[in-house]
């Protein structure tokens, strides 16, 4: 129906043709507003007062803007239920994230305690739920095990043996950890504080999934030594998944079974609680807890039924109660970690913009990217004080709390307080938590990011580059690591950005009759070319990297060549010179021959004349009548003899010329075809091309390549007799035009139009062809 309505509409529109000249004459450009000088944006921002303090008090600390008109009737409800659900949630994954980072438990309970607080001052997103993360644990896990392996803290055993000195390698790792944290948030704050929260742009949506889903085969490798009960040799570098992986198969036969049943018994009960958690979510008031219930029950399975004394199964050990003072990071380290702290910097942020915009979209409010940078820097950097690793959104828990009810961050400090209690009171109580079992929550979690997969067939159907560019992150991460595999995809990302700009679209536009419409001939039957106009325009900005492909698309499409016209004329102006010059000559002899011969003609003439008028003279003299005869045929004997000497040269030279008079009327016909032959290859071959425009609406700014590439075209047309002009060019790509000096006498700035349209009926106009008018009123009232 609504489509029906769109097609019966019709709009008339009546005004002039306008070029740029005339536009900013009728539009007024840059008469009404004035711009703001250097010292005025100083004074504007150094300036003080009440209102622009608190203003920008509550833009760094968001807090002070929402807290104040908390609704505790309408938000109160939600945020508990929601704190209570997520806080349950952070106790099992922050135990379980916390062996990707190759740290103890309880340093993940840590990280679901400090950082939560901090985002709750400082963040603007209501829903997402910050923590511990796996893809950011394992990027820190990565980092641990390469600057404290195993093989550097190795002590000599009771029997002759090596033994690994596990406090020692830990707290050393700790202290990575730590380093590496506050070196990320450091670099996450810096880029808020300079407005650089658009470098996530750069992590387009393919690329980030690929990655995530590349992290989560890193995870899963990870985690199989703990299903298993192996311990398989440590690598390093590209590759490492593929040989850890080969190293865990060896090993196979090595299984501990009574760990593996202990992971297939949990795996089995968590899946299958969390799918009646997915088909019930509408019914249920809250998700069942079932990862916490798993957690209780293996503990108390495992230690009243002693597996760890019969079974040697591992568990999580020690986990100390309260809460340890803050203690600077070994800032020694800071070299060597700087580079991945960059990477988790990026990660994370992306990660957590990438959730929160979700939310602030469904949910009708907005996430500042400025000030979530800020945030988590901060949650970072003063979490890496307490011993906490780098934290981001997670997407489960974000996802828990806003289906609960969660209305704002609140809720964050609810699950805080569940975490607090647990650290103070009940942690010493999960020290026979089997860490199969912790495994077996990372697998289950991963679930949303395996699930990505089904992004492969959807991007196959609308984008193919996508397509690549998530294959290729995926691939990359999965062997070269996580830090290779993120600089590769972030490089091939924007090569396929180059390679778009670089390889736009060209196309040749005609006119839809009847319509102001001018669209590409190749796509649409009815858009039908101008005679004698080229209409030509990229998809994409003219700059320094295609600048030099628009201008063989230009040829190519307009099937003019510039260089064989140009060519072709100069052999034509040198020949023709040369004819001239060759006529120059015989003319120059020609005309000495003839003096020559006037001269003796004229000699002769004067003998005779003589002779003649003592005859007549003598004869005149026997009368008066005869006298008068006699004068009467002087002159005429006279004014023949005269032309004898010069007249008859010019006679002889007016019956050459009327032959030659005689030969071009005879071949009229052929010599016209000629002539406008010539013409047609002068002014762009067969096709008698008088005229191109440039539909540079596309272009968003020039460079001086670009600049320079149009007055090329200006001139190369202009020297075979085709005008050039512009059409749909935006303001601010005019004002770089005028700064790059592009406008001159040779390139006026009527040369340039508002519309394709506008430079159409100017051509027309110009070249008398307004009988062709294109079926559109183009009278005016202006």
């Not at 404290?148 to 043996?161: K, L, R, W």
């Not at 990071?329 to 990026?346: K, N, Y």
């Not at 096709?687 to 090329?712: C, E, M, P, Q, R």
């Not at 519309?755 to 008398?768: F, P, Q, R, S």
Request: proline content about 3%; charged content about 20%.
């Amino acid at each position: 129906m609504e489509d029906k309505e769109c097609s019966s509409v019709k709009y008339f529109v009546r005004r002039e043709v306008l070029s740029e000249l005339r536009l900013e004459e009728v539009a007024q450009k840059g008469t009404w507003t004035e711009k703001s000088t250097l010292g005025d944006n100083v004074k504007e921002y150094l300036r003080c007062s009440v209102p622009r303090v608190k203003k920008t008090a509550q833009s760094w600390v968001p807090v002070l803007s929402w807290l104040p008109k908390y609704s505790i009737r309408e938000n109160a409800l939600g945020d508990l239920i929601s704190g209570c659900s997520v806080g349950i949630m952070h106790l099992p994954q922050g135990m379980a994230y916390a062996l990707l980072a190759s740290l103890r438990p309880v340093f993940g309970l840590y990280t679901s305690l400090y950082p939560v607080l901090i985002y709750f001052i400082f963040g603007t997103s209501r829903h997402i739920s910050i923590g511990t993360f796996a893809v950011i644990s394992i990027m820190v896990g990565s980092v641990t095990e390469r600057l404290a392996p195993d093989s550097n803290f190795m002590v000599n055993g009771t029997n002759g043996t090596s033994d690994v000195d596990i406090d020692e390698r830990d707290a050393y790792r700790v202290q990575i950890a730590c380093a590496l944290t506050v070196l990320s948030g450091i670099f996450q704050i810096l880029l808020g504080v300079v407005k650089f929260g658009f470098v996530v742009t750069y992590l387009s949506e393919p690329l980030v999934r690929g990655y995530t889903t590349g992290s989560a085969c890193h995870v899963c490798v990870s985690q199989l030594k703990y299903v298993f009960g192996v311990k398989p040799s440590r690598f390093t570098g590209p590759l490492s998944l593929i040989y850890t992986l080969l190293d865990i198969c060896g090993l196979l036969p090595q299984t501990k079974v009574p760990e593996l049943v202990v992971s297939l018994v949990a795996l089995t009960v968590l899946i299958v609680v969390k799918e009646l958690n997915a088909c019930y979510r509408q019914k249920l008031p809250m998700p069942i807890p079932i990862e916490l219930i798993v957690i209780i029950a293996a503990t108390i399975i495992t230690h009243f039924c002693g597996l760890t004394s019969d079974y040697n199964i591992d568990v999580v050990g020690e986990i100390p109660s309260g809460l340890k003072a803050p203690r600077a990071p070994d800032a020694t380290l800071f070299s060597q970690v700087i580079g991945d702290a960059f990477a988790i910097a990026i990660v994370g942020y992306a990660i957590n913009i990438s959730l929160g915009k979700t939310f602030a979209l469904k949910h009708g409010y907005k996430v500042d990217s400025n000030q979530e940078l800020v945030a988590v820097g901060l949650s970072n950097t003063i979490g890496g004080f307490f011993q906490c690793y780098s934290v981001t959104s997670s997407l489960s828990r974000s996802l828990v709390q806003e289906s609960t009810g969660g209305k704002t961050q609140v809720a964050g400090v609810i699950s805080s307080v569940i975490v607090l209690i647990t650290v103070l009171k009940i942690g010493a109580l999960f020290e026979d938590l089997p860490k199969a079992v912790l495994s077996t929550i990372v697998f289950v979690n991963l679930k949303g990011m395996f699930k990505q997969f089904e992004d492969l067939p959807q991007l196959w159907k609308t984008n193919k580059v996508d397509l690549m560019v998530w294959l290729v992150t995926f691939t990359s991460t999965v062997l070269l690591n996580l830090d290779l595999g993120l600089a590769v995809s972030v490089g091939f990302s924007m090569l396929t950005f180059i390679f778009r700009t670089q390889l736009p679209r060209y196309s040749i536009l005609g006119q839809v009759k009847g319509t102001d419409l001018y669209l590409d001939v190749d796509t649409y039957k009815e858009a039908k070319e101008i005679p004698g106009i080229k209409i030509f325009r990229s998809s994409a900005t003219i700059y320094y990297t295609n600048a030099e492909m628009y201008s063989e698309a230009l040829q190519k499409k307009s099937g003019i060549e510039i260089g064989k016209l140009l060519t072709a004329k100069k052999k034509r102006d040198a020949k023709l010179k040369r004819e001239q010059e060759k006529e120059k000559k015989k003319a120059k002899k020609e005309a000495k021959k003839q003096q020559k011969k006037a001269v003796g003609n004229l000699s002769n003439g004067t003998l005779s004349l003589k002779e003649k008028n003592e005859e007549n003279v003598s004869a005149g003299l026997k009368g008066q009548s005869q006298g008068n005869g006699v004068a009467l045929s002087l002159t005429e004997t006279s004014a023949n003899g005269f032309s004898k000497g010069q007249v008859n040269w010019a006679y002889k030279h007016d019956t050459a010329m009327s032959d030659s008079d005689s030969d071009t009327a005879w071949h009229g016909d052929d010599s016209i075809t000629q002539v406008s032959h010539q013409d047609d290859e002068e002014k762009g071959g067969a096709s008698g091309t008088h005229s191109i425009i440039l539909d540079i609406s596309t272009t968003s700014f020039v460079d001086t390549v670009a600049v320079k590439t149009l007055k090329n075209t200006f001139r190369d047309f202009g020297e075979i007799d085709i005008d050039v002009y512009l059409a749909g060019c935006q303001a601010c790509v005019v004002e770089q035009l005028e700064m790059a000096g592009f406008f001159s006498e040779s390139i006026p700035k009527s040369r340039l139009f508002v519309t394709v349209h506008d430079a159409v009926l100017h051509i027309l106009k110009g070249k008398e062809q307004t009988d062709f008018i294109l079926d559109v009123i183009c009278s005016t009232r202006m």
